[in-house]
């Protein structure tokens, strides 16, 4: 079966069919601050880790149903910071709390009963409760069509203690029970069935 999404039939159906093919995508639970000091909270999945010199991580958030901007993307315009925090099984349904279409400056962290905690180097804060947070300045906004990508530069990261070794300076990876996003509208995924296979030389 080929999909050609430009047909009659298929108009409208790219993010139903591809967003339930690309995965397990990694979820940013993402936080920012509007310039009044109100923090928001919002979960996206088109999200990943893109480079390490220097580190950076993109996400794309979409507009509202109305195409107006989400407060995501407004208060990243007019701060230029944002932290991504990674979910894991413990914070999963808080997560999908904070998808809610709550009314503009209401605080979806104290809605889905998650707790904002000081970041070091941007305003918005963190989720005490995430096993891992990144903070980010914002490198740029790329704008596609109708698509955005924000690309973040990854300024501070902070990571639960079990899940850091010191001596290897590596993640302790079986410690790591994040979640992943898979088919639309409503499917997730554990992480715990893992597999290693060793890159040959």
């Known amino acids: 079966m080929e999909l050609n999404f ?5 108009i409208g159906r790219a993010y139903p069919i591809l967003a339930s093919l690309v995965t397990p995508r990694p979820i940013a639970l993402v936080t920012t601050m509007d310039l ?9 999945s088109f999200f990943n880790m893109m480079g390490a010199r220097p580190p950076i991580c993109a996400f794309a958030p979409g507009n509202r149903d109305d195409e107006t901007p989400k407060d995501t993307v407004l208060n990243i315009r007019a701060t230029n ?18 998808a809610a279409s709550l009314p503009h400056g209401q605080n979806e962290l104290e809605a889905a009963g998650l707790t904002a905690a000081p970041s070091s ?14 903070e980010c300045t914002v490198h740029d906004i790329l704008e596609i069509g109708q698509n955005r990508m ?3 530069l990854i300024q501070r990261v902070h990571v639960r203690d079990e899940l850091y ?3 290897k300076r590596r993640i302790v990876t079986d410690n790591f029970m994040v979640v992943g ?12 069935d893992r597999f290693e296979m060793i890159r040959p030389e």
Not at 36 to 44: I, L, Q, S, Y
């Open 6 to 10: 430009d047909t009659p039939e298929l």
């Open 81 to 98: 910071e944002f932290v991504v925090n990674l979910v894991d099984e413990g914070i999963a349904e808080a997560m999908n709390q904070c």
């Open 150 to 152: 924000v690309i973040g």
């Open 121 to 134: 180097t941007v305003r918005p804060p963190r989720i005490a409760e995430a096993p891992a947070s990144l």
């Open 165 to 167: 070794d010191p001596v």
């Open 181 to 192: 996003r898979m088919a639309s509208p409503h499917w997730y995924c554990r992480t715990r």
């Open 36 to 44: 009044e000091g109100r923090v928001n909270a919002a979960p996206f």
